[in-house]
Structure formats: C-alpha cells, structure tokens
C-alpha cells in the first residue's frame, strides 16, 4: 500500500464489536470517513449519519443482525444501491444501515416457468442482460436500472418507461422471502400460485418502502421478448398538441409498450450529456413511442400512431431504422435525471401523477410555480400513465436556493394533488414527502395505515420516520400551505 | 509569435519544482495545501449512482466510499470541512483505479478521474510517504522516470540480467522465492528487453514514398525499453502508411505514474518538458492508451496557472492515439492474410478516457483473415492501471482472475492498445497457463504489412 502509516485505530464500541461477531470483522464500517457517503441516497435534500453499516452475505445474518438491534433498541434501515429519489435509505442519523448490496446472486432460473430467484442485491439490469440471449427479459425498467437492486425496486414498486403496457414490480413479483423486525423469516407467495386466499400479503409488502420487513430473497416473473418492436420519435412545436396526441393513440385502443414525454429544458439536459441525440433545441417537447408484440400487427399501429402525429400539428416524427437508433433514443431518455447535472449543480425531481389530460394546465401551472420561486424546472413525463417528474434546478451553494427549490417541489404536487393525481407515481415517500401525504389523505386515514406499519413494525425501528408525517408537524405544514395561499 | 516563443521558453524553464512553488496558496475547507480539487467538478454530481455499477471497485466491495458516487462525495466532505485529510480518507482515493469506466457512464459527465487526481496531490502533501512507499516514491518515481537516460541504464541491466544468464541463475537459485508472489509473477513474464528506439533511429524517419505528413511519436519512458519492438512497429506502420515519423530527443515520461500517485508537481515538471519537446510538431501520435489519456490531461494539472494554461491546451490538443490517427488517414489496408483469431481488450485509457473503441476493433477486421471473437465486458480494467497492480495486489489479483476468465477459449492473440495492461494480461496468460499471444493493435498491422513486402519482394 502506498500509505504512510496505518490507519489510527479508533476503537469499535461493543454494539459495533458484537455485529462484527455476528457478520465478521471486515463486513462493519463504523468510521466517520466511511460513513460520510452513507449520509443520503439519491435524493441529497436531507442527510443524517448513520451509527454504522452492516454488510450482510445471507439471510441468517439479516435475522440475526436485526434481533441483536432490536434488543439493543437501536434503529436499523435496509439499503440497496441507494438510488432512491425520496430518502428512503437515509438515515435521520444514529441508525444502523444493513447493506444488501453483497447479497447479489441469481439463486435459480426457471424459463420453462418463467420465474427467476434472485437475491435482493442483485441488479436490475443484470437480470435482463442474463437472460437475454435466450429470448427473455425483467420488464420493470426504471431509469437507474444499471445501478439499482431488485431489493429496492420492491421496496419502491418501482415502474418504468416499459410499464404502461407490461405493469410496475408488483406485477411481477410471485414470491419474496422477508426477515420481520423481530429477526423471523417468512415465505411470501407460493411458487408460481398467482392468487390465494388470505390478504394479499405480498401486494403489502411491495412498496412498503423498506418500513416493514426487510427482502432477502425475490421471485420474479420473466417475460418472452417480443416478437417484433418498433419506435416512433415525434417533435412537437406546442404542449398541447402532443398531449392530445397521446389521448387520441390511447383512444385508438393501442397500449403502447412505453409512451414518454420531455420538454425543452429536459431536452437541454440530455442533449448536454453523455448520450445525445440531435433533437432541436426549439421544439416544446417530443415524444417516445415504442410498440411491440407480434410482428403481424405492429406495422398498422406504427401507421395509427405516424397518422395521429400528423393529425396533432406534428414538426417531424420518424421511426427508428435500426437497434442501434433505437437504442441511443432511450439511452438519451434514460439519462434524463442525471443529464440534469450537465446544466445545474443540483436537482430535485418531483414524481406526481395527474390524469393525461389535465398536463397542459398542470404544466401552465408549473411554469408559474417556476416563475414565483424563480427556480428552472424540467418536466420528464411518462405521458402514458400519467406520471410527472418535475426537475427542479437549483444550486444549493447559493443561500436560499434548497428551501426555495423544497417549496416549489411542495407546490408542484399540490398542483398535482388538485387535479385529482396523487404525490408520487414510483419514487415512493421516504422522508421527502412524508408531509404531502396530507395532500391526499385525512388524519385518519393516515392513522389506520400507521396501524397496519405498527403489526409488522410495532417499535417504529425499522427504517423509522419515513413515510408518514411525524405527528408534530403536520400543523406547521397545514400552515405552510394557507401562507402560500395553496 | 516571436513574443510568444520567448515566454514560452521562459514559462518551461521556470522549475516549480525545485523552486518550490512560490505561489499563492489558495485553501479550501480541509485542503490547505496548493493546487486543491476544484469544486465545479464536484458541482456537477448530483447523487444519481448511475455510476457504481461501471466501477470496478465498487463492484468488488459493494461499499459506496469505494465507488466513484462516493469518492466524489467524500471529496467535497474535505472541501466542505466535515473531514480530515487523513488516512481513512486516503484510502478509497488511492483504491481507485483511474480507469475511468465511471466517467464514460456519467451522465453529467463529472470528471471523476481529474477529482481524484487532485486529491491525491493533497494528500500527498498533508502525509508525505514514511517507509519503503516513500524511498519507493523518491527514488523511482522522483529519481528515475523524469530522467530518460536513467530509464535506459535500468533497461540495459535488465537486458544484461536476461541475457547474461542471470535471470536461470535467479530462477534456479529461489531467490525470486522471497520476493513477494506480485512481483514473482511479474518477473516471470518480462517481455524481452529490446534496445530503445531512441538512439537506434534517426531523429525523423523518411515515410516509404511521398510524404503525406510530419507527426511525432511519443516513444513513452517504459514502453521505449520494455516495448521497443511495439515502438519499431508503430513507425514502421506509420512510415509504410506516408508519414515522415519524428522522434524529438528531449520529451520525457508523461507523468502519468506522477500524477496518479498524486506528486504532482513532478508531473508538471515532465508535461513542461514533453510541451517544449514537441513545440515544433502539430500532431503527437502516442502508442500507449495511458500516456495518451495524460498528455490529453495536461490542460487539468495547469488548471490553476493562467499562463501555462492555454499552452497545455494547445499542446493536448494535437495528441491522438496512433489507432484512431490511423483509422482517419485511411490506413493502407494489408493484401497479406494473417490467419489467427483475436480477441480485442479495451485499455481503460483508450475507451474510457479517450474514448477510441471502434477503431482499433475496425483496423484489426480490415486485415485479411484475422477473426474477431469478442470479450465480454471489453472494457473492464484488467488490474493493471498504471502501477496499481504493485501497490494494490489483492484487487488488481480479482480484476485480472475476472479478465483471463472472460477471454474466448479459442482464440489465438488478445491485442490491445497499452503496454500496461499488455504485462498485466501476459502475466495472467502465464499464471493460468494459456497459451495466447498478447500484442498491440499496430504490431498486428505491422505483421500484416512485413508479410506483404516479403511476399512482393521475394
Ligand atoms: C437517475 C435515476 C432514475 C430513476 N428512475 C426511476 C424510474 O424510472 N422509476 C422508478 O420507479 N424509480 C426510479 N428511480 C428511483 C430508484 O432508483 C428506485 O426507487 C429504486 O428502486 C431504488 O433501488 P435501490 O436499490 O437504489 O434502493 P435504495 O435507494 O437503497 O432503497 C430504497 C428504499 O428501499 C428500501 N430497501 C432497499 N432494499 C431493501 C430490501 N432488500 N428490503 C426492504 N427494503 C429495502 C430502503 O430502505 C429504502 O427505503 C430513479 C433514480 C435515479 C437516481
Ligand atoms: S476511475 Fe475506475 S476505480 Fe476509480 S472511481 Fe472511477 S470507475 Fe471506480
Ligand atoms: S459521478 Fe455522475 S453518475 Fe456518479 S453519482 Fe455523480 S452524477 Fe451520478
Ligand atoms: S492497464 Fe489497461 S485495463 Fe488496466 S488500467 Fe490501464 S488501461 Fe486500464
């Protein structure tokens, strides 16, 4: 090693020697400089230390891990990749993480029934890549899929470009083994047995956002590639001729595979980065359909889609030539948050959901809300489904900008929540938007769900403070949003 | 321009090194020492992770100071004084590999590789080296690479110790048997010491035929002893190809060990000197990915230095990889057929950090009867990265097992555009004993032009 001397030893305390008995020396860091990284995940708004992170290679270990802290009394949160975009795997500070991120191998391929196990560290893309060659695939395709883990896209529900058509992770997830925060490990779903009396146990669990049980093991349906597929990119001089676009291809009967929208300061954004494609600059927004299915139908839909286009005052729209085309197109719409920092130090992405229809109005209002707080904002939609990601940007080096960025974030799903949406498509909760739950539901209603966390979760420890509001502050924000006049 | 020529000599000849660097000393958080990282890089990070799963280290440990995402962030952490510049800090800044497979999956394009670099300088100044790693640092790094002729002296002993039977006393005696198992391996496959180039050939060799064009190479420190025939190939290929090939005397090391050891200061002391070296040419070719992807970099170790600057700039600018050089003058496609089957691995600092994949891959199909068998994972590090393999044996162990494991069982060659990871890959081809042929990219086309002059000759 090229070091001076060796690291100073600062001494482990005994809550951090005991884990070390329990997962081994080396899998425990408990270092200030080794947990700094450790302070947020992918949204940086807020922050906290975690006391330490426990890397775990099975689950026995995750069982055992979370009896000792239990015992101890000390909080604990599950994390993957760290990709989420609400805070759901940063700590409010003195939790202990439990990294999945080790436990990352593929247990068992079953293509005759199509269904794969996989450890909750194992990464999304890698699935699809794995089977690919034989004619197979993962559909959930969230954007950060090269980085994130199935663990955390259950935890998330996460959706994807590709979930219009085919549904988000709970659609494909037949099983899911799960350490309860008193350490006892459960079996969810019985293979391959879609529907079975009871509660449905499993819906529960999937998006539970890491707040009731901790996922060790995943089976999750795989999909026979499709036969043939098809993308349309179509540019647009005006918002609301291509949302009407997009009504008139899903009153045509098609179900478009993905149905994506950005605009201009999006478009910005992904023409600065890594993969750009040559869109024109002065366009309001463009576009992204893909079809796919059995070849035999798919030219007709590609020629209803090309006739709608025309029909809504299309600029240009042209059909992908080759794979390779087709490729770059989402490549480029796939950076689209990250690409955000190629035009602005920082970003917060919002994740709304609002009715197809009402996006031209909602987007005028957006455009005001930029104007108050004098913030840019991007908007990213995935126009089939409904979900709107505003990208808000800021720079948190300059005094003033996060909280204005915080706010405009705030009044950007209220706008949401007014028009009969709701306050996050996929990203989830976390500690982000703990308080806007209040946007949509009443006191009591947040009451009965804190009652189904407390059966599984009685003690608030795993992954504590997320998801609902704290109890204290829910006045603060009811007059947070009189002040605003919201 | 007569101006300009006076403050040039005048910019290279003043010596921050020995001077020691009079300059102002601008502080930021925790960095209190000169030349600290420059904060719009870390600016443009915004948290997303796309990266981890490109980086090899992150990959091996799965912890996130160990993947580019953190790297950054503790990086800031010094700027923004919530930590030291210490020893838990220096360790995942030096664990990098610099091989910037991050950087090509940014999308923000933040660069990561120059972060690093940066850091490490600071760190070398807040704990200078103690032990071996320090009379390593002074003596090797200090006391050898800037200076050619010592280079070349060492070559000469180490041809002396291959050739004077030296090397089968060594190996019979078991003194290699306390070396550590690292340096065992290496020893084991140094290629054959051949005579420098430098020396050998005249300043300028003519091109065969009317001269299309004056480029320079870089005959690289190492790669001139270690790797001559790669350096007579390439000037071979590129007089074949038209061009009249000069090699300038007084260019030096690239600095690239310098910098990614953070001793930045002797780095900038070679990049005055390469920049002086080959004022007079507007194209440097370069044959090793690692010192192109350097000479590119010199602009971010000015980047404090108004004056040096816009020198640097134009100095990175004219160098280019030979392969890319060659694949836009159209190369001379060879009529003579090589028939083997090949395999082509990345070098990190041809695709990630110059971002020449296709070209290389493209001159190797051209030639007749070479079939292409592609690697997975073409661009992952081998392990090598400069001199990680010796200072980071364990990590660039795995990368190296992960690399030998993906080449195809049958091909013949595995070809590749850096001499760095040429040892590396040779030394796991021995280790596991394989039998393939471990060759840069233009020793192939090389071969394939030899053939067809004997053939028209004879
Ligand atoms: C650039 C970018 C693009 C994105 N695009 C999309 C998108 O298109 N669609 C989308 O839905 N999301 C998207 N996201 C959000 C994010 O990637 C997803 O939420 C993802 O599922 C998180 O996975 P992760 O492994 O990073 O989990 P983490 O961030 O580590 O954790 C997320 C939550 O899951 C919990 N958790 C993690 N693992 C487990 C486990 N094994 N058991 C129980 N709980 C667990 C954590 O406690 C936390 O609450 C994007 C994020 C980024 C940065
Ligand atoms: S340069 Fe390579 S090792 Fe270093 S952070 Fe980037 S990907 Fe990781
Ligand atoms: S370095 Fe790039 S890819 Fe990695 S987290 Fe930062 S912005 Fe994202
Ligand atoms: S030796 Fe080769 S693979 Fe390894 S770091 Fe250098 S360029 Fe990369």
């Known amino acids: 090693m090229l070091f001076g001397k060796d690291r100073k030893a600062t001494k482990p305390d005994a809550i951090i020697q005991q884990l070390m008995r329990i997962v081994g020396q080396k899998e425990v860091l408990y270092l200030q400089e080794d947990l700094i990284s450790y302070e947020c995940d992918g949204y940086t708004m807020s922050k906290g230390m975690p006391k330490a992170v426990v890397f775990v290679n099975n689950t026995k270990q995750v069982s055992d891990v979370v009896k000792y802290l239990n015992k101890q009394g000390i909080p604990y949160i599950a994390r993957g990749a760290g990709t989420g975009l609400s805070g759901g795997a940063t700590p409010l500070g003195g939790e202990v993480l439990i990294s999945l991120v080790r436990m990352k191998k593929m247990l068992h391929l079953d293509l005759e029934n199509r269904k794969a196990v996989v450890e909750p560290g194992y990464i999304n893309l890698k699935l699809t890549q794995s089977i690919s060659d034989k004619g197979y695939y993962y559909a959930p395709d969230p954007s950060s899929q090269y980085a994130c883990t199935i663990g955390g896209n259950v935890a998330e529900n996460s959706g994807g470009a590709h979930c219009l058509k085919y549904g988000v992770t709970t659609n494909h997830i037949l099983g899911l083994e799960v350490v309860l925060p008193t350490g006892e490990i459960i079996e969810l779903g019985e293979d391959g047995v879609p529907d079975r009396p009871g509660y449905d146990l499993l819906g529960l669990l999937t998006g539970s956002e890491g707040t009731l049980g901790i996922v060790t093991k995943i089976t999750v349906k795989v999909l026979k590639n499709p036969e043939a597929k098809k993308t349309v990119l179509a540019y647009f001089d005006d918002i609301a001729d291509a949302s009407q676009a997009v009504s008139e291809i899903i009153a045509a009967g098609i179900i478009p595979a993905a149905l994506e929208m950005m605009d201009q300061i999006a478009i910005e954004g992904v023409e600065s980065a890594a993969y750009p494609v040559g869109h024109p600059r002065d366009i309001a927004a463009f576009l992204l359909i893909e079809v796919d299915g059995v070849a035999a139908g798919i030219e007709d839909q590609i020629d209803e889609i090309l006739t709608v286009c025309k029909d809504n005052q299309v600029r240009e729209v042209k059909v992908a030539r080759d794979e390779a085309e087709r490729g770059l197109w989402w490549a480029n719409r796939k950076m689209g948050f990250g690409a955000m920092g190629a035009i602005s130090p920082d970003y917060l992405v919002q994740d709304g959901v609002i009715p197809r229809t009402r996006l031209p109005e909602v987007l005028t209002k957006i455009a005001e809300i930029s104007k108050k707080y004098d913030l840019r904002i991007a908007n990213i939609f995935h126009a089939g489904d409904g979900n709107l990601h505003p990208l808000i940007l800021f720079d948190a080096r300059i005094p003033g900008q996060s909280e204005r960025a915080s706010s405009a974030g705030s009044a950007c799903l209220k706008v949401c929540a007014d028009v009969g949406g709701s306050i996050t498509g996929e990203h989830g909760v976390g500690i982000e938007k703990s308080d806007e739950m209040r946007f949509i539901f009443h006191d009591d209603e947040i009451e009965a769900q804190t009652k189904i966390r407390a059966v599984f979760n009685p003690d608030d420890r795993l992954n504590p403070g997320k998801l609902f509001p704290q109890p204290g502050r829910c006045v603060e924000v009811k007059q947070e949003m009189s002040k605003e006049g919201l | ?458």
């Not at chain 2, 190296?400 to 796991?428: H, T």
Request: negative net charge; proline residues 6%.
């Open chain 2, 1 to 458: 321009m007569a101006d300009n020529k006076g403050r040039l000599v005048d910019l290279l000849s003043k010596d921050n090194v020995e001077s020691g660097a009079p300059c102002e000393t601008k502080r930021l958080g925790n960095y209190l020492w000169d030349d600290p990282p420059d904060e719009n890089k870390w600016a443009d990070c915004v948290h997303c992770g796309m990266c981890l799963e490109a980086c090899p280290t992150y990959q091996e440990t799965g912890e996130e100071q160990q993947s580019p995402r953190g790297r950054v962030y503790l990086i800031k952490a010094v700027a923004e004084g919530k930590i030291d510049v210490n020893d838990a800090f220096a360790k995942p800044v030096f664990d990098c590999l610099d091989c910037r497979a991050c950087e090509t999956a940014c999308p923000a394009d933040v660069q990561v590789g120059g972060l690093i670099e940066e850091a490490r300088g600071q760190i070398r100044q807040a704990l200078p080296l103690t032990g071996f790693a320090g009379v390593f640092s002074r003596t090797v790094l200090r006391g050898i690479f800037p200076h050619q002729n010592r280079i070349n002296t060492l070559g000469g002993l180490m041809r002396f110790y291959q050739k004077s039977g030296m090397q089968q006393l060594a190996r019979k005696s078991g003194v290699l048997r306390i070396m550590p198992t690292h340096l065992k391996d290496m020893e084991a496959i140094l290629p054959e010491v051949g005579k420098p180039v430098q020396g050998r050939f005249p300043d300028v060799v003519p091109a065969e035929g009317i001269p299309k064009q004056r480029v320079a190479i870089l005959t690289g420190c190492i790669m001139d002893v270690m790797f001559s025939d790669v350096n007579e190939a390439t000037i071979r290929v590129l007089t074949h190809n038209g061009f009249e090939v000069g090699l300038p005397k007084r260019q030096g090391c690239c600095g690239a060990l310098h910098v990614h050891a953070g001793e930045r200061e002797t780095g900038k002391k070679l990049a005055k000197q390469n920049i002086e070296a080959f004022k007079e040419y507007d194209k440097v070719l370069v044959n090793a990915a690692g010192c192109g992807c350097a000479l590119q970099e010199y602009p971010e170790l000015f980047k404090d230095d108004p004056d040096m600057l816009p020198l640097a700039e134009a100095f990175s600018s004219k160098v280019e990889d030979v392969s890319k050089f060659l694949y836009d003058n159209d190369f001379k496609r060879p009529t003579a057929e090589l028939k083997t089957k090949i395999t082509y691995h990345d070098a990190c600092h041809l695709a990630h950090g110059q971002g020449v994949r296709f070209e290389p891959r493209h001159i190797l199909s051209e030639i007749p009867g070479v079939e292409m068998v592609d690697l997975p994972d073409a661009d992952r590090c081998c392990g090598s990265a400069g001199i990680y393999n010796l200072t980071h044996p364990e990590m660039a162990g795995k990368l190296l097992d992960r690399k030998i494991d993906d080449i195809p069982e049958q091909v013949e060659m595995v070809s590749m555009g850096n001499p760095g990871c040429m040892l590396q890959i040779a030394m796991g081809v021995t280790k596991y004993g394989r039998s393939e042929k471990v060759v840069h990219t233009v020793q192939l086309l090389d071969w394939a032009y030899e053939k067809e002059k004997s053939a028209t000759t004879s």
